[in-house]
C-alpha cells in the first residue's frame, strides 16, 4: 500500500477516534509507528497497553504538535 494511503488512513482514523466514532481497538492504523496495526502488533503489549499511547498522539496530531 502507499504511503499516501496510510498517512490518509492515520488522519481520518485520529479524527474518528477523536469524536467517539472510531473505538482504539477498531483502529487499522498505529499513530505511534506511523504504520498499519498488522505491521507492528508485535511491539504491543497485551490487551492494548499502549492505548494511551495512541490517544494522547493522536490528540498532539489532532492539535498540529
Request: with cysteine.
Amino acid at each position: 500500500m502507499s504511503n499516501r494511503k496510510l498517512a490518509n488512513a492515520l488522519h481520518r482514523e485520529a479524527q474518528e477516534e477523536a469524536v467517539g466514532a472510531l473505538a482504539a481497538d477498531d483502529k487499522s492504523t498505529c499513530y505511534p509507528h506511523q504504520s498499519w496495526t498488522g505491521d507492528c502488533a508485535d511491539q504491543h503489549a497485551p490487551g492494548g497497553i499502549s492505548r494511551g499511547i495512541d490517544e494522547r498522539a493522536d490528540l498532539g496530531y489532532l492539535r498540529g504538535n
